[in-house]
């Protein structure tokens, strides 16, 4: 049985949470500028400065191997543009980007990849940091 008090608590958390969340603009979708290729099933990480790194993917042909995209791009949001940044040591499409403590981004595995890579938004750059056999 559920006392008075943690009732009342439960209920005003309740109705503060609703009246903030009431009180907010509702979201909307604006164009931007297009990515330097179309892209499915590649990642989209949000880097410490603010701009979203786009890895990998492939060309809307999931597991076609001559599809899939190598390339990484940096979505700018103040500018509304995205630029190409380089390419990844293999292409790889359906992997995994975490954001990690440092800033860099660790991007693993992929459709048959057995390497990991470290992107430094610092230097700009991928590097293989692990072969997984």
Same mark, same amino acid.
């Given at each position: 049985?559920?006392?008075?008090?943690?009732?009342?608590?439960?209920?005003?958390?309740?109705?503060?949470?609703?009246?903030?969340?009431?009180?907010?603009?509702?979201?909307?979708?604006?164009?931007? +500028?297009? =990515?330097?290729?179309? *892209?499915?099933? !590649?990642? #989209?990480? $949000? @880097?410490?400065? &603010? /701009? %979203?790194?786009?890895?990998?993917?492939?060309?809307?042909?999931?597991?076609?191997?001559?599809?899939?995209?190598?390339?990484?791009?940096?979505?700018?949001?103040?500018?509304?543009?995205?630029?190409?940044? +380089?390419? =990844?040591?293999?292409? *790889?499409?359906? !992997?995994? #980007?975490? $954001? @990690?403590?440092? &800033? /860099? %981004?660790?991007?693993?595995?992929?459709?048959?990849?057995?390497?990991?890579?470290?992107?430094?938004?610092?230097?700009?750059?991928?590097?293989?940091?692990?072969?997984?056999?």
């Amino acid at each position: 049985m559920t006392n008075f008090k943690t009732a009342s608590a439960l209920v005003l958390f309740l109705a503060c949470s609703a009246s903030r969340s009431a009180a907010r603009v509702p979201s909307t979708f604006t164009s931007t +500028g297009s =990515m330097t290729a179309p *892209r499915a099933g !590649h990642t #989209a990480t $949000l @880097l410490t400065n &603010g /701009k %979203v790194l786009i890895a990998g993917g492939s060309h809307f042909q999931p597991f076609a191997q001559d599809e899939v995209h190598a390339s990484a791009e940096l979505y700018d949001p103040s500018m509304g543009a995205f630029s190409l940044i +380089g390419s =990844m040591s293999v292409p *790889r499409t359906f !992997h995994a #980007a975490s $954001l @990690l403590t440092d &800033g /860099k %981004v660790f991007i693993v595995c992929g459709d048959s990849v057995g390497t990991a890579l470290l992107y430094d938004s610092c230097m700009g750059m991928c590097a293989v940091v692990a072969i997984m056999g």
